[in-house]
């Protein structure tokens, strides 16, 4: 079983940058590809980016490509979205999302075995 935590979620301006963390616990972080998701309201939930689990692969969604990026951190047990040039369009419940042992990194539709409970953002025009 693992346990998923966001956090740095807030109310931001246009142009102002956020980063979010996800906090794993219950073991196997290490083994397990990451990935943020992200649901506007009205909308189906969407992918925003992933990482692999050796962290040397990251897979990121064309409409945040070149303002966000993800990392992890394996001794922290932690994965991170920095995410910059925040635009409103970009407000949205992002969810933390693990992936199988050794699986492919999470995507709409497959590869996601626990969901953390989301954290709002929030972008101001």
Partial sequence: ????????????QAGDSL????????????RRAMGWFRQAPGKEREFVAAINWGGGGTSIADSVKGRFTI????????????????KP???????????????????????????GQGTQVTVSS
Avoid at 1 to 12: D, F, K, T
Avoid at 19 to 30: E, I, N, P, V, W
């Fill in 1 to 12: 079983q693992v346990q998923l935590v966001e956090s740095g979620g807030g109310l931001v």
């Fill in 19 to 30: 980063r979010l963390s996800c906090a794993a616990s219950g073991g196997t972080f290490r």
């Fill in 71 to 86: 990392s992890r951190d394996s001794a922290a047990n932690t994965v991170y979205l920095q995410m910059n040039s925040l």
């Fill in 89 to 115: 369009e970009d407000t949205a419940v992002y969810y933390c999302a693990a992936g199988s042992p050794f699986g492919p990194m999470p995507s709409i539709g497959s590869g996601v075995s626990y969901w």
